[in-house]
């Protein structure tokens, strides 16, 4: 079916300074990611050659690396992301922690957040305005819920965003690939974690994938 709406979009390709762009990275923590966790999604070890090359290149490149990771006080009488999931992510514990397979640096930044986002009431927008940032690589956890949210307000907020579709896992591949599919045509760009890499590195204009019916992004971890 034609998505008359999304056809008249511009399909712009990112070319990223590397003196102007951050890495970002939702929601990579235990609680998500590790057996005893709340609300683990299977197959994370699947995005870590990704992930891990795109933290590898933003360090060479001098790019700041930014853990963003869901965290919620205790005893609060109604949190809004338990009215519709199972109550998670306790502050200051085991559980948002960020893994150890991503093996966080001292120089690397830390941003809180409460709610799906990572703009939402957090410090992420005045950190990067105090960085001079003005483009982000978006990857994570969940496609579908986190990276959306983010990428969302951080189009909305004046930033140019590229999501590597192959670092990022969904609940299942047909969110994974309807949100890349709204993020590409609406957002900002999609591309493989090569590519993004590349144009990190070179300044090259990075294509935007969009995925309709091909399936070649994956979807779910597992």
């Known amino acids: 079916m034609v998505d008359v709406f999304s056809a008249h979009r511009h ?13 970002v990275i939702i929601d990579m923590i235990n609680e998500f990611c ?12 699947k995005l870590m050659p990704q992930q891990k090359a795109l ?9 700041p690396v930014i853990f963003v990771v869901d965290s919620h006080r205790k005893n609060m009488r109604r949190d809004r992301e338990w009215v519709k999931r199972t109550p998670h992510g306790t ?13 966080v640096q001292d120089d690397d930044i830390m941003v809180v957040k409460h709610r799906y986002s990572a703009f939402f009431q957090t410090d992420l ?3 990067l305005k105090d960085m001079l940032v003005s483009q982000l690589v978006v990857c994570g956890l969940v496609t579908n819920i986190c ?9 909305f907020e004046g930033y140019d965003v590229v999501v590597p579709h192959d670092a990022c896992a969904a609940t299942g591949p047909r969110e994974h690939l309807s949100t890349l599919y709204d993020i590409a045509t609406h ?5 493989d974690t090569d590519a993004v890499i590349e144009g990190m590195a070179s300044g090259r204009p990075i294509a935007n994938h969009v995925f309709e019916d091909d399936g070649a992004a994956g979807g779910a971890a597992e």
């Open 125 to 127: 927008d005045l950190v």
């Open 91 to 103: 502050e200051n514990t085991w559980a948002t922690e960020v893994i150890e397979d991503l093996d």
């Open 187 to 191: 957002f900002g760009v999609v591309a």
């Open 55 to 63: 933290i590898a290149a933003a360090r060479e490149n001098g790019v």
């Open 11 to 23: 399909d712009g390709e990112a070319v990223l300074d590397k003196t102007k762009t951050a890495l």
């Open 34 to 45: 590790k057996p005893g966790g709340k609300m683990v999604l299977p197959g994370y070890e």
């Open 147 to 155: 990276v959306r949210s983010t990428v969302h307000d951080a189009f």
